[in-house]
């Protein structure tokens, strides 16, 4: 086989535009834009994005978890300090 013999990215994605395949009225589904923006960039970019998504949503999932935890235990301890701190005005 030659190198020839198979379409190189250029002539794919000009094949993927202009071939249509139609059967009766139905279309098939076409991507949406942002699929297709993806689908241009290269390889390792695509990599990075990937691992930064990752990251970001972990960071995101992690700050949550915290937030609401803390928060779980910080209204517990005001409620209860501050009852404490009424109750030691009260005494005096």
Known sequence: MREDDFPNEV?????????????????PPQ???WVK??????GHTKVQLLL??????????STVLLMTRTAGNTSVVNISGSLELQEAKREK
């Open 11 to 27: 002539e794919l994605l000009e094949l993927n535009r202009t071939m249509t395949i139609k059967i009766g009225k139905w279309t």
């Open 31 to 33: 991507r949406p834009q």
């Open 37 to 42: 923006e993806v689908m241009k960039t290269p």
């Open 52 to 61: 930064l998504t990752i990251l970001t949503i972990s960071s995101v999932s």
